[in-house]
T-cell receptor, first 111, second 116 residues
Framework: QQPVQSPQAVILREGEDAVINCSSSKALYSVHWYRQKHGEAPVFLMILLKGGEQKGHEKISASFNEKKQQSSLYLTASQLSYSGTYFCGTRRGFGNEKLTFGTGTRLTIIP | GAVVSQHPSRVICKSGTSVKIECRSLDFQATTMFWYRQFPKQSLMLMATSNEGSKATYEQGVEKDKFLINHASLTLSTLTVTSAHPEDSSFYIC????????????FGPGTRLTVL
């Protein structure tokens, strides 16, 4: 079953913060975050492995709550270049296990 | 990072014709590759898992006789859309896991198929 993301869409002014959530009904091994611009392939942002880790860099980070089967992506002091559709992808195992994409969150940053 | 290429990037064809899309892992070997389809304003939906040396595994609702997958080598998988119809128009993307400790999958740039 497809992971559910919230919100579906959000509009921010440049410099504001955003949180995008990803929730799965199944136990997860890893969560992957991608950003996709219109007409392009998804661009990898980061992976979180089970263990409740949080990672990222200064302005884009994420957390993974393995017990709740949820992950959140944090965008701080958003820039115009952050606009796009964000997808989480979940895997239930390692190696050749398939990646299932979430429903997506469309983020629009305005000046 | 690892590189995955796709060819062609765009294709326009007439209804009833077949279209072949290639997916190559350029600097690593991939025993498994994945094929996704994305309709406008929707998420990427997995169509099938391509396995080198064995038959592809199709997701529920995907017609295996219409979407032929061949994993010819450890670096090449092809998706052939047979007897294409306008409803097959979509963005097709392949990906491959590197199998390393990072658990990362690398995506190709995608192929935009338009069936007239």
């Amino acid at each position: 079953q497809q992971p559910v993301q919230s919100p579906q869409a959000v509009i921010l002014r440049e410099g504001e913060d955003a949180v995008i959530n990803c929730s799965s009904s199944k136990a997860l091994y890893s969560v992957h975050w991608y950003r996709q611009k219109h007409g392009e392939a998804p661009v990898f942002l980061m992976i979180l492995l089970k263990g409740g880790e949080q990672k990222g860099h200064e302005k884009i980070s994420a957390s993974f709550n393995e017990k709740k089967q949820q992950s959140s992506l944090y965008l701080t002091a958003s820039q115009l270049s952050y606009s796009g559709t964000y997808f989480c992808g979940t895997r239930r195992g390692f190696g050749n296990e398939k990646l299932t994409f979430g429903t997506g969150t469309r983020l629009t940053i305005i000046p | 990072g690892a590189v995955v290429s796709q060819h062609p990037s765009r294709v326009i064809c007439k209804s009833g014709t077949s279209v072949k899309i290639e997916c190559r892992s350029l600097d690593f070997q991939a025993t498994t590759m994945f094929w996704y389809r994305q309709f406008p304003k929707q998420s990427l939906m997995l169509m099938a898992t391509s396995n080198e040396g064995s038959k592809a595994t199709y997701e529920q609702g995907v017609e295996k006789d219409k979407f032929l997958i061949n994993h010819a080598s450890l670096t090449l998988s092809t998706l052939t859309v047979t007897s294409a119809h306008p409803e097959d128009s979509s963005f097709y993307i392949c990906s491959a896991p590197t199998g390393g400790s990072t658990d990362e999958q690398f995506f190709g740039p995608g192929t935009r198929l338009t069936v007239l």
